[in-house]
């Protein structure tokens, strides 16, 4: 059973005089409700807890079994199964004894003549695009991180991951193709290509490493960047 710890609220006080002001430093013991912006201490997880609001209950965090080189390893993986999703094919359609194999761009294309180029756009942007972004995303963040070292635009990249993330739908994708294949079965002998589980395996590894959840790195890109700083200053005091 997984355990759930709300995280300690923090009073926060009211901001100081701009002009006093000189750079927003990284509290990497606080953390922020996504939900309704309450500000919390960072509480220190085992695996298997999870940290909540204590004003609306949304989660703020998770205890993670997995370490940056195991994500790391899930996101190679998962870039494998996506190169795999898209070269080979979907299914294989038989009308009259002829197989003709499909694969995900020619499904796209045949979306798009076929009069609905909305419906192709919508789902080469949440199938292939967003997808996409999100392995490579994770790869160029979690490949030096890895060995310790912050990557270049770490927060960029993380909020860009963030934004990825919510439109990447492989999950609805496969559902309406495995509804599609068991529909189509009725009309024409339908064989699923390698793409379909090359696709089905990319859900399970985005779905892993989504519940490792981005606060992790979060945490510590700025755990990191705050030595980083103190490092910095303490030279040039110097």
Known sequence: MTDSTAARPVPVADPP???HVAVLQPRPDLVICEQC???????????GQTAHCRRCRALLGRGHRVSLPGLLALAIAGLLCFV?????????????????PVTLPEALWQTWEAGQPLGAMLAGATAVVFPFLV?????????????RRLPQGFMPAMRLLRFATRWSMVEVFMLGTLVAVVRAAGLASVVPGPALFAYGVLTMLLTSSSAAGLHRLWQLGSEWQGEADAKEAAAVSR
């Open 84 to 100: 795999i999703g898209n070269l080979t094919p979907l299914v294989s359609i038989s009308v009259r004894g002829a197989p003709d």
């Open 37 to 47: 912006d309450a500000v919390h201490a960072r509480v220190p997880l085992q695996p």
């Open 135 to 147: 392995i490579a995303l994770r790869l160029y963040l979690l490949w030096p991180m890895s060995r």
């Open 17 to 19: 005089d701009a002009a």
